[in-house]
């Protein structure tokens, strides 16, 4: 006779179509949070659909896009013949439900908010990140509750809306909400395996600053024939952004490297066994040298170097043909990731004071966007369970990464709730996130949806 979790597994896989319907659904409103489109639609959804896996959800407001919070033990979320739920200990779950915006059209081969599937894979905007993810996780609720009758332990959700714009409004309604969000242990928003199919469990994200520059210098665009009087804003944004990074690769701004705590030698461990996708990544990106020529351990060293990355550049005519223009302002977009121990505040600050110091005062600076790094101890006692759940369902040890380079607002959930933080689910290098052409496996889909549900039956005590 097969056990719950083999029952578990049985369900997830016969009832995968009806959960990759819930994603096309889901994945079919453009709920691009930097263009506030789709959001109060794709909110409404989520929480339809966390109601129908057996949670209490509710949208609930914050200083920008609402939150989703779902709860397993509330009253009405009780399992299958009226069992209720364990409280001895709590799951959080944290995801989001925009995504970024899908240009450049002209290289999606199938509309980014029409879900195709070809090749085994799932296509469209959001279906990698996040949105497949949060799904995933809804199918094994729902497989869990389906079999046992109820969840082994309380399950919370909190589905947030500006994951892609930093989470401006995520840490006020944290520190707001504290009682209503507390929790023993966190699963976060993203997770898979690597480019040899090997799951991943990542422990720390680093923090990031993104800001907007932009600078006039004329009323109106001129004619490029008095470029010898009439000062060209595009040449004077790039002389304020060469004025923040050497060709070695170094931040200039005086004091941006105060304070940054290196990694231990639990980390460092970490690190030096990890395997590398130096190779794969060269050729996946048709990279001829990687910054600073890294390779071997200082290329997986590299994450614990803050980086200042411009992210977009625009002045003057960028049609077909020429114009000939001197052009009146420039904009440029810049993300700064950041590493443990610095602060986007502080580094705003500094920020405003190196151009300020370099002549650029005319340099207007928005921020568009900051957290701070936030990192779990490898030796807790969940990564430990994260990692053992992993290698059952994928047959291989899981890899344990102390950080990588992406960014997310685990900071706030260490600081304010201070659960652990564990990656897992349905992703693998070619999802491509943020770029055309987003795919999700659907293979894949159903071995993190299994994980899912193994880690909270071990969780709770049970399927140990």
Same mark, same amino acid.
């Given at each position: 006779?097969?056990?719950?979790?083999?029952?578990?597994? +049985?369900?997830?896989?016969?009832?995968?179509?009806?959960?990759?319907?819930?994603?096309?659904?889901?994945?079919? #409103?453009?709920?691009?949070?930097?263009?506030?489109?789709?959001?109060?639609?794709?909110?409404?959804?989520?929480?339809?659909?966390?109601?129908?896996?057996?949670?209490?959800? +509710?949208?609930?407001? !914050?200083?920008?896009?609402?939150?989703?919070?779902?709860?397993?033990?509330?009253? @009405?979320?009780?399992?299958?013949?009226?069992?209720?739920?364990? /409280?001895?200990?709590?799951?959080?779950?944290?995801?989001?439900?925009?995504?970024?915006?899908?240009?450049?059209?002209?290289?999606?081969?199938?509309?980014?908010?029409?879900?195709?599937?070809?090749?085994?894979?799932?296509?469209?905007?959001?279906?990698?990140?996040?949105?497949?993810?949060? #799904?995933?996780? #809804?199918?094994?609720?729902?497989?869990?509750?389906?079999?046992?009758?109820?969840?082994?332990?309380?399950? =919370?959700?909190?589905?947030?809306?500006?994951?892609?714009?930093?989470?401006?409004?995520?840490?006020?309604?944290?520190?707001?909400?504290?009682?209503?969000?507390?929790?023993?242990?966190?699963?976060?928003?993203?997770?898979?395996?690597?480019?040899?199919?090997?799951?991943?469990?990542?422990?720390?994200?680093?923090?990031?600053?993104?800001?907007?520059?932009?600078?006039?210098?004329?009323?109106?665009?001129?004619?490029?024939?008095?470029?010898?009087?009439?000062?060209?804003?595009?040449? +004077?944004?790039?002389?304020?952004?060469?004025?923040?990074?050497? $060709?070695?690769?170094?931040?200039?701004?005086?004091?941006?490297? /105060?304070?940054?705590?290196?990694?231990?030698?639990?980390?460092?461990?970490?690190?030096?066994?990890?395997?590398?996708?130096?190779?794969?990544? +060269? !050729?996946?990106?048709?990279?001829?040298?990687?910054?600073?020529?890294?390779?071997?351990?200082?290329?997986?060293?590299?994450?614990?170097?803050?980086?200042?990355?411009?992210?977009?550049?625009?002045?003057?005519?960028?049609?077909?043909?020429? =114009?000939?223009?001197?052009?009146?302002?420039?904009?440029?977009?810049?993300?700064?990731?950041?590493?443990?121990?610095? /602060?986007?505040?502080?580094?705003?600050?500094?920020?405003?004071?190196?151009?300020?110091?370099?002549?650029?005062?005319?340099?207007?600076?928005?921020?568009?966007?900051?957290? =701070?790094?936030?990192?779990? $101890? $490898?030796?807790?006692?969940?990564?430990?369970?994260?990692?053992?759940?992993?290698?059952?369902?994928?047959?291989?040890?899981?890899?344990? =990464?102390?950080?990588?380079?992406?960014?997310?607002?685990?900071? #706030?959930?260490?600081?304010?709730?201070?659960?652990?933080?564990?990656?897992?689910?349905?992703? /693998?290098?070619?999802?491509?996130?943020?770029?055309?052409?987003?795919?999700?496996?659907?293979?894949?889909?159903?071995?993190?949806?299994?994980?899912?549900?193994?880690?909270?039956?071990?969780?709770? @005590?049970?399927?140990?």
């Amino acid at each position: 006779m097969a056990g719950p979790q083999e029952e578990i597994d +049985r369900y997830i896989e016969d009832h995968l179509p009806e959960s990759l319907d819930d994603l096309k659904r889901l994945a079919r #409103i453009p709920s691009v949070s930097s263009k506030s489109e789709g959001i109060a639609e794709a909110a409404a959804l989520v929480a339809e659909l966390l109601g129908q896996a057996g949670f209490a959800a +509710r949208v609930l407001p !914050t200083t920008g896009h609402p939150v989703v919070y779902a709860d397993s033990a509330a009253e @009405g979320a009780k399992g299958k013949d009226g069992a209720s739920v364990t /409280d001895d200990k709590t799951l959080i779950c944290y995801n989001h439900y925009d995504v970024q915006p899908p240009e450049p059209l002209e290289l999606w081969e199938s509309p980014p908010f029409e879900p195709t599937e070809r090749g085994g894979r799932l296509y469209a905007r959001g279906v990698s990140d996040d949105k497949g993810q949060l #799904i995933s996780r #809804i199918a094994a609720m729902r497989a869990v509750r389906a079999v046992t009758g109820g969840l082994p332990a309380r399950v =919370k959700f909190l589905v947030e809306g500006e994951e892609e714009i930093s989470s401006p409004s995520l840490e006020p309604f944290i520190e707001a909400n504290r009682e209503l969000l507390a929790a023993d242990a966190c699963v976060w928003e993203f997770g898979g395996v690597d480019y040899a199919g090997r799951p991943q469990v990542v422990l720390g994200l680093r923090g990031i600053l993104y800001v907007e520059f932009r600078v006039r210098t004329l009323a109106r665009d001129a004619h490029s024939g008095e470029a010898h009087n009439l000062p060209n804003a595009a040449w +004077r944004l790039v002389w304020a952004l060469a004025s923040l990074k050497g $060709p070695d690769e170094r931040i200039c701004i005086p004091g941006f490297y /105060d304070g940054i705590a290196e990694p231990g030698e639990a980390e460092l461990r970490l690190l030096e066994r990890m395997p590398s996708d130096e190779e794969f990544t +060269r !050729t996946q990106y048709a990279v001829r040298a990687f910054v600073g020529d890294h390779t071997g351990a200082e290329y997986k060293r590299a994450v614990y170097k803050p980086t200042a990355n411009i992210a977009g550049f625009g002045s003057g005519w960028q049609g077909q043909g020429s =114009k000939t223009v001197t052009p009146a302002e420039a904009l440029a977009k810049m993300d700064f990731r950041l590493v443990p121990g610095q /602060d986007p505040a502080d580094l705003t600050r500094k920020l405003r004071a190196h151009l300020d110091a370099s002549g650029f005062a005319d340099v207007e600076v928005r921020v568009l966007g900051g957290e =701070k790094a936030g990192t779990t $101890p $490898p030796d807790d006692p969940f990564v430990r369970l994260a990692a053992r759940t992993a290698e059952e369902v994928y047959g291989t040890p899981a890899i344990l =990464k102390p950080l990588i380079g992406g960014t997310g607002p685990t900071w #706030i959930f260490r600081s304010a709730l201070g659960t652990p933080i564990v990656t897992l689910g349905p992703g /693998d290098p070619e999802s491509k996130a943020h770029a055309p052409n987003e795919s999700l496996s659907l293979a894949r889909f159903a071995q993190g949806t299994r994980h899912m549900a193994r880690l909270l039956m071990a969780y709770g @005590g049970e399927g140990n």
